[in-house]
């Protein structure tokens, strides 16, 4: 993510997958953390979202708080 716009791509792109809640994104970090519904979608699934928006990614996993 280079522009101001991209974390707006990249928010949009996960936010349609189905069983997302929650997406926050940030530019400066190269991060977005998801909220989603492990029953309805997959990690794979939202990585996918995000590739096929032009913003390749990887999964680093955590735990829900």
């Given at each position: 993510m280079t522009c101001a716009a991209c974390p707006i791509t990249v928010k949009k792109a996960l936010s349609r997958v189905p069983g997302v809640t929650e997406v926050s994104v940030s530019n400066e970090e190269k991060q977005a953390t998801v909220v989603f519904?492990?029953?309805?979608?997959?990690?794979a699934a939202l990585t996918r979202a995000t590739t096929?928006?032009?913003?390749?990614?990887?999964?680093?996993?955590?735990?829900?708080?």
């Amino acid at each position: 993510m280079t522009c101001a716009a991209c974390p707006i791509t990249v928010k949009k792109a996960l936010s349609r997958v189905p069983g997302v809640t929650e997406v926050s994104v940030s530019n400066e970090e190269k991060q977005a953390t998801v909220v989603f519904d492990d029953t309805q979608t997959t990690v794979a699934a939202l990585t996918r979202a995000t590739t096929d928006a032009g913003y390749p990614s990887t999964a680093v996993t955590g735990t829900a708080k």
